[in-house]
């Protein structure tokens, strides 16, 4: 199988999820924990690129920083969103798969699964 990565948080019980599915399919993946390990803006452009995605709909809307940092505004361009996941990385979707020059959000763990076939 082509080159593949999951980018992970260990305390998100999705991302879990994923990592075990990789594991009972003895999938080999270079594990990314994109909290401690921030994706710069180049890798997030490249990685929204490969999941057909907007920056805003990468984010999480939930996560407290969202809020702090005002990022509801509607005028935020995609380079200041992208900026913002780059300074709070957990603003990210969480588990993301690539395979390839392909990737998708684990929400739910499913599209993994499709990823995978």
Do not use: F
Not at 58 to 74: F, H, I, K, Q
């Amino acid at each position: 199988m082509s080159d593949i990565t999951l980018y992970h948080y260990a305390r998100c019980s999705k991302s879990r999820a994923a990592l075990a599915l990789l594991e009972e399919r003895n999938i080999n993946a270079t594990i990314v924990n994109y909290v401690d390990n921030p994706l710069n803006a180049q890798q997030l452009t490249a990685l929204l690129s490969k999941l057909g995605l907007t920056a805003r709909q990468l984010m999480r809307s939930g996560e407290s920083a969202y809020s702090e940092m005002a990022l509801d505004n509607p005028d935020l361009s995609e380079a200041e969103l992208i900026a913002a996941m780059v300074q709070a990385p957990i603003l990210m979707q969480r588990p993301v798969l690539v395979v390839g020059q392909r990737a998708a959000i684990g929400r739910p763990i499913e599209n993994l699964v499709e990823l995978l076939a």
